[in-house]
């Protein structure tokens, strides 16, 4: 019998282990000679951050110069040159052997992140953003940090951010000796500024000129702008704080025999004055407010278009013109004062906190304690009218005055859609996810009235709550938005903007006063004055001496020409 053997693969897995391991040798002397030198790679970071996240700026830039000119194209050099060498020296600054890389790929990231934001819906992170931004860490707000998260923002981050990163990452970088390092830098840093001096020197008077008269281009240089705003929150948090101030200490009441008052104050958030039809807006936005005795100013301006900034500065007695928030957080507001004269004051947030308004007189807050099964709860929070439940419990306990604050959602974006129930989906169609940039502008905006139409409905409950109660209480409500929203107005969404960039979108707010009439027969007896002064210029300065003059609080503090139903 014949032995027989089965043939052998003539050494097949041996040979594909061998061309793997080849493979693996190539790319790893591939690797290894992706090298380059500290200082360059400072450099050519810089400029990559610079040129693929500006595209907003360089597009102001190319509408406002003449690039078919000498002196517009070296100006317009010189920009590019100017925010790379400061970016570039920065990193030249602070890229020791141990820290170059990881500052590279945070810059990296946090560009195109910030990139994202400045291009595709105009936010500009000045110090006012960056307070903003830390309020929402400070409230642990996760719901609106998830809502600003997209795919487009997602793709952005990985395509300019990580990507680089990664390279950045494996690219081996060839230090020199300490001396030979700082003379290299040294000569990166002074080439740079001979060519920045280059082409500005020769077009000086040119630049200058287009300097004075742009200046708030610089708002738009990414993340130049954003940083520096950043290093003046972190300064700003290392000073001093000042010594609290108590004010209205002299605040007592003059009830004079009258029946108890019971106000409801709300503050809306991110509604636009001209997108209510109580203001002349085409669409039928407030139907349940238009059947209502209202006065309904028309005029009124935002002291910010944040809600970190509008909402305590409403509060306080500095106005817009001195206010600030280390200044607001360093002395009473006005609900302290209705405190201190004997008014029961109950804040209640449907938002994201009451920005330190509340500091000494505690509130609630809906958000910190959600109940899914609520027939309100939805997309991870409540609407609107989870506010209307147990309001009468805050007037149980006692006899005084009541002002019941309460922060709504109101329309709050991005995420437009989120912000009421599917029955006042009446404006079709509408932007359904948390992207308006990527939506059709009417798209937007047919999501953002029905948030309108929404709030209309709620006001109209809570007056409905107020008259239920009137038979022995004297009662009113008073209504104005924190600030504006830009619904993709030449290019812009959302809000935020400092006050020299910020369009009336942004600053044009609601504001109204309903009153019972029992209430009006001792408040405003003349109310056909009072209506004939509604398209009078307003603003949240008149918050605080208004809901002193609606409870009779006697206080210096008090100035009655602020005050929109007594002054004058």
């Known amino acids: 019998m014949l032995n027989t053997v089965a043939p052998r693969p003539c050494g097949t897995a041996q040979q594909t282990r061998s061309a793997l391991g080849t493979l693996r040798e190539a790319a790893a002397s591939r690797l290894r000679r992706l090298e380059c030198p500290a200082s360059l790679l400072c450099v050519l970071s810089a400029a990559y951050v610079v040129l693929v996240n500006n595209s907003r700026m ?38 020791g052997k141990y820290v170059l890389k990881p500052a590279v790929i945070v810059l990296l990231v946090l ?8 291009n595709a819906c105009g936010v500009v992170f000045d110090l006012k953003m960056i307070e903003n931004i830390a309020e929402t860490f400070a409230d642990r707000n996760t719901r609106e940090a998830k ?44 080439g740079m500024l001979v060519v920045f001096a280059l082409l500005v020197l020769p077009n000086y008077r040119f630049m200058l000129f287009f300097g004075r008269e742009n200046v708030r281009i610089k708002y738009y240089a990414t ?9 003046k929150f972190v300064v700003a948090g290392l000073r001093r704080e000042k010594p609290f101030a108590a004010l209205g200490q002299d605040a007592v009441q003059n009830r004079k025999g009258r029946p108890r008052r019971v106000g409801i104050m709300v503050v809306g958030e991110t509604a636009r004055a001209d997108h209510f039809s109580l203001n002349g807006y085409p669409r039928q936005t407030n139907p349940c407010l238009e059947q209502r005795r209202l006065l309904n100013y028309t005029r009124t301006t935002s002291s910010g278009t944040s809600t970190s900034f509008s909402v305590p500065c409403m509060f306080s007695f500095l106005t817009r013109r001195h206010f600030t928030p280390q200044k607001g957080a360093s002395q009473s507001n006005v609900l302290d004062v209705l405190h201190q004269a004997g008014v029961r004051v109950v804040w209640i947030d449907n938002n994201s906190s009451d920005k330190g308004v509340c500091a000494r007189i505690g509130s609630i807050n809906l958000q910190h304690s959600p109940d899914p099964a609520s027939p309100h709860y939805a997309h991870g929070g409540y609407y609107d009218e989870v506010l209307l439940e147990g309001l009468g419990s805050h007037l149980e306990g006692t006899d005084a005055d009541v002002l019941i604050v309460l922060h709504t959602m109101g329309s709050h974006g991005p ?23 990527h939506a059709s502008i009417e798209e937007v905006v047919n999501a953002y009235d029905n948030t309108i139409l929404y709030t ?21 409500l008073y209504y104005v938005s924190d600030h504006g929203e830009s619904l993709g107005e030449n290019g812009v969404y959302l809000h935020g903007l400092p006050d020299v960039l910020a369009p009336a979108a942004q600053t044009h707010v609601p504001m109204l006063v309903w009153m019972s009439d029992r209430t009006a027969a001792v408040v405003a007896p003349d109310m056909a004055l009072l209506q004939g002064r509604v398209d009078e210029p307003t603003s949240h300065d008149n918050v605080a001496h208004t809901l002193l003059g609606l409870f009779d609080v006697k206080t210096d503090l008090y100035r009655r020409e602020l005050d929109l139903l007594r002054g004058k």
């Open 415 to 437: 995420a437009y859609h989120r912000r009421y129930p599917p029955r006042f989906a009446k404006f079709r169609p509408f932007c359904g996810h948390d992207a308006p940039q």
């Open 147 to 190: 809502e600003i998260l997209s795919a487009p923002l997602a793709l952005r981050l990985l395509l300019l951010g990580v990507l680089p990163s990664v390279l950045v990452g494996l690219t081996t970088i060839r230090w020199r000796s300490a001396r030979r390092e700082v003379l290299e830098r040294s000569i990166y840093a002074g």
């Open 223 to 231: 993340p130049t702008h954003a940083l520096n705003s950043l290093r």
């Open 111 to 118: 560009s195109a992140g910030l990139g994202y934001f400045t």
């Open 58 to 95: 360089f597009g102001l830039l190319d509408e406002r110069m003449d690039l078919g000119t000498v002196s517009g194209l070296a100006g317009f050099a010189a920009v590019f040159l100017g925010l790379t060498g400061m970016v570039a020296v920065s990193l030249l600054l602070v890229g």
């Open 456 to 476: 209309d409905f709620v006001l109209d409950r809570m007056i409905a709550f107020l008259e239920s109660i009137d038979g022995s209480c004297e009662t009113f």
